[in-house]
Structure formats: structure tokens, C-alpha cells
């Protein structure tokens, strides 16, 4: 049996996979390296998000209508000066999840990193003087003041893949010394994202949900759900849309496409630079499609949990990328 004439079925329109909304607690994310398995050495890298543009692609996927053809794509820019090592995290596996056993920071702080964190003052321990652990991370600075972005730089974990001893092999001489994303990544391969939605603040459930606005006769208020609960059980459940935190939000996008990794700025800088943003002057790499975030906001990358098997890891052929300028948009 049909609707009738008019009759337009919305549901709930908030969707449940992206809860909780809730507010993150920093700029750039956690991210859950675990997951990721079949990579031996970085399973990720950092990259800061500098706007967007848009390319003309030979579309080499197997099964689409669009196979051998030219496509036009949107694509996004992301930064990536190299990230250096600062440190080691040792931790040991416990029914209640992983726990630090212990660190290695080095001693040679630069001018940026001491606004960060305080410099050690006891020697760090030796590699071999660690044993009882069951996971190694690096513990990694990005490098904004190479992009002229800021001064403080972000410190977060850097998972490594394969068995314990390829990451103990991996972990002995990587302090110190530089990674570059050409290192992590390769061109035609999948990533996932993860990153802190851009922030809307406190709204309402019409924008924060989409709930309907009601007529004006309607009792007590139009911008609100019609109601929040039975009588009994009296309770309010969690799906019902109602106003909070909209944005800035910890979420996860699978299996980003990446196009290009380059250390020529001149290929993906459009006229006059990124609005809000200015030149790329390092290391970047393109991706197809949105990123999650506002433009300056450091943009975790890690090896894809569940590649998409349709997709082959060849990446495609570009025939024209866009370099004209855009201050003349609107975003």
C-alpha cells in the first residue's frame, strides 16, 4: 500500500554510527593502531589538511560503468612535513587492555617540543634493559613549523606493524631520526582516516538531527521532537534527537584513495595559494574525495582494516589536475 499524495516518510534522521556525539577531548585523535595487521614496520603517519581542488581521472576501478574512462574527481590536499621520533612506549597485555611498562624519551629537545612537554632530567633506560612487554610504539612530534602553520607541535603514538621482534628491530635505531610519508605510504593504495570533525557548538534538534518543524499551532514549542517518551516506562531514550554538541567530533572514514604522494609543491599549489591556508612548500599527498576536518587540522593516516578488494592498489592515471586559484570560492 502507498503513501498518500504529500506524505513524505522521515524517519529518524540522526544516524546511530556516528554516536555518541559527543565533544573530543583534543584537536587530533587517538587512533587504535591494533587493528590494523598484515603491515610489517609504520602502520600510519600525521598530515595537516590544506584544502581541496579537483582532477581529471582515468577511472582504472574493475567494476564500474565509468571502467578506462575519464572522470572527473574531487580531491583533497593534505601536508606532510616529516615526522621525527622522539621516544619509545613499552606496554604489557592485562585482561584489563595494554598498560605501560615504560619509556624512552630522548634527551635532545628542540626549541618547539620544550613547549610541549618537560624535558627528563634522569638518563632513559636502555633498550635491552627493557623486557616484560608485549608492544612497542614510537612516540612521534609532528613538525608544523617546517609548514609555518605553529610553533607547538602535536606529540602522539605511532603504531608498528609485524611480530615483536620486527617491531624490536625497527624500535632499536628509530629515535632521533626523521619519517617521510613516502616512506609509509605508496600511491594507489587505500588509508583510512581519522580525524576531529569540524565544530558547530551547542545547535538544536532541527539542525543537529533534522527533525521536522512543526506547525504553529503545535503545543509549546516547533523546533523539537513531537515527544520525548511514553508515559511509562519513564524514561527518555538515548535515540531520541534532541539539542547538544554538534561537531568536533572523533570519527573514522575507510579506504581513502591515494592519488599522488609528492615532494613537488608546485604540481598541487593552485594560483595565489589555499584559501585560509596559502602554499604547500613539503612533502604532500593527494587523496579522492573529502577529509574529514577544517582546513589546519592535523589529519591522522593508517593502513586500511578492511580494504575495499573492488579497488585495485594501482594507482590511476591523472590527465589534468586543477591549479586554478580558489579565493573565489565560497568554502
Sequence with gaps: MGHKIGYVHRPHRGSMGVWPRKRAKRQYPRVDWKQVSGVTGRVGFAAYKAGMSHAIIIDNRKSTPTKNQPVFWPVTILEAPPL??????????TPYGLKTVS?????????????KLIQPKKEAKNFDEITDYDE????VQAQPHLIKLKKTPEVFELGLGGTLEDKKNYAKDAIEKEIRIS?????????DINAVTKGKGF???????????????????KRAAGTLAPVRPRKVDWRV????????????????????????????????GFKGYGLVT????????????????????RYP????????NVPPQIKYFSLASKQGCRK
Design 103 to 115: 619509556d624512552i624519551i630522548t634527551r635532545k629537545f628542540d626549541k618547539y617540543l620544550k613547549r
Design 203 to 221: 545547535q538544536g534538534s532541527v539542525k543537529r538531527h533534522g527533525v521536522t518543524i512543526r506547525q504553529h499551532k503545535s503545543e509549546k514549542t
Design 136 to 139: 612497542i610504539r614510537l612516540l
Design 84 to 93: 621525527k621520533v622522539i621516544g619509545l612506549r613499552f606496554y604489557k597485555s
Design 241 to 272: 534527537p534532541q539539542f547538544g554538541q554538534m561537531g568536533y567530533h572523533t570519527r573514522t572514514e575507510f579506504n581513502k584513495i591515494v592519488l599522488k604522494i609528492g615532494d613537488k609543491p608546485e604540481e598541487v599549489n593552485p594560483k595565489g
Design 305 to 312: 582494516v578492511r580494504p575495499n578488494k573492488a579497488i585495485p
Design 282 to 301: 613539503n612533502d604532500y599527498i593527494v587523496l579522492k574525495g573529502s577529509v574529514l576536518g577544517p582546513r589546519k587540522r592535523l589529519i591522522m593516516l
Design 183 to 191: 616512506e609509509v605510504f605508496k600511491e594507489g593504495m587505500q588509508i
